[in-house]
């Protein structure tokens, strides 16, 4: 019986560790597949650090293995084997050897805080007054995230598109708690605070942003609430030249006419239930605090539907009617009992059509 039971907890932690440990090594979620040179540094720091911390762990335990075999009590042999306490020789060597691994994880850390904190390139302007770099101001809300871009005048949510092969400078801060930016395999996590405005940079390999299908995973990375778990964004990865077509697309972009008659009937129920809080051009002028919503610009190009479902219509439909029930605290209200399934049905199909890309 208590074979069976020791065979049962040995296959529920190898069943468990296997469940957790799925999610990793994924190259658009994992921060163990670098996809650029942030990351990159990170995860060399990370396997240094493991390293030396092997080696201490591996020298001490021979050490304690050897003291336990050689000295151990023996039958008949009741001397104590030689006393080395307060040894000077002894005390200088564990002191030193200790001294000595820190300063060489110290060195690379500092190094690379000062390399990858280094945000002096946005503060070159030229006659405009536009940045030189490209800048993105990343703003979180309870559970979404806003991207700006303040050089284009173009604002987009939940899904962030940057440039591979470059280094995209971010300022980021929150309008109501504490959130972090973090898109694990490329770098991070950065606060977004509500009372000051972190910056830091990213770059993505052009290769890695390929082998990972040209989308990344961002996550946030401080608990905020019921639905923290639930506020992930997705970060488009393009080519430079891909990145200035899309950014002059949505410079230039009009409203969406609708094409169906269908769509046409869920702009009506849009500009009645959702316009005062939802904006549909990506060059939205408002103040910031006057963005409450997500931007639906680009609703039609998502990949995922508020970040987290499958981007399909009933999915759109489901969220509409009752938000809460997929992300809790969610700030969105329910529509079910205010429009009809007509509405709701109309009302996906408008936002589907949503596009700036041509
Ligand atoms: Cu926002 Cu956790």
Request: glycine share 6%; net charge positive; charged share 25%.
């Amino acid at each position: 019986m208590k074979g069976r039971q020791h065979k049962g907890y040995m296959f529920l932690t190898v069943a468990l560790s296997m469940a957790v440990l799925s999610g990793c090594g994924k190259p658009y979620l994992s921060a163990l597949k670098p996809a650029g040179e942030v990351a990159r540094k990170q995860y060399d720091l990370m396997m240094w650090s493991i390293w030396i911390m092997l080696f201490v762990m591996i020298v001490v335990l021979v050490i304690f293995v050897t003291v336990l075999i050689r000295f151990r009590r023996k039958k008949g042999d009741e001397t104590l084997p030689k006393q080395v306490a307060g040894n000077h020789k002894l005390e200088i060597l564990w002191t030193i050897i200790p001294v000595i691994l820190l300063v060489l994880i110290a060195i690379p850390t500092i190094t690379d805080v000062f390399k990858l904190g280094d945000t002096k390139a946005m503060e070159k302007k030229n006659k405009d007054g536009k940045h030189d770099a490209l800048v993105v101001n990343v703003r979180a809300s309870l559970y979404w995230w806003e991207f700006e871009y303040p050089d284009y005048g173009v604002v987009t949510s939940q899904e962030l598109v940057v440039p591979t092969n470059q280094k995209v400078y971010f300022q980021v801060k929150a309008s109501d708690v504490k959130h972090s930016f973090w898109i694990p395999s490329v770098g991070g996590k950065l606060d977004a605070n509500t009372d000051n405005i972190n910056k830091f940079w990213l770059e993505i390999d052009q290769k890695k942003a390929e082998e990972a299908g040209n989308v990344f995973y961002g996550k946030c990375a401080e608990l905020c609430g019921p639905s923290h778990a639930l506020m992930d964004f997705n970060v488009k990865a393009i080519s430079s030249g891909d990145f200035q077509n899309w950014i002059s697309q949505m410079k230039s972009a009009k409203k969406t006419q609708p094409a169906t008659a269908s769509a046409r009937e869920g702009q009506k129920v849009f500009n009645k239930s959702c316009i005062s809080c939802h904006a549909v051009t990506p060059s939205d002028t408002r103040p910031e605090q006057a963005r409450t919503s997500p931007n639906l610009a680009t609703f039609g190009e998502r990949g995922k539907v508020a970040g987290i479902l499958s981007y399909n219509e009933q999915n759109i439909e489901n969220w509409i009617k009752n938000p809460s029930k997929y992300k809790p605290g969610t700030k969105m209200p329910a529509f079910g009992d205010q429009l009809s399934d007509k509405e709701v049905d109309a009302l996906a199909t408008y936002l589907m059509e949503l596009k700036v890309e041509h």
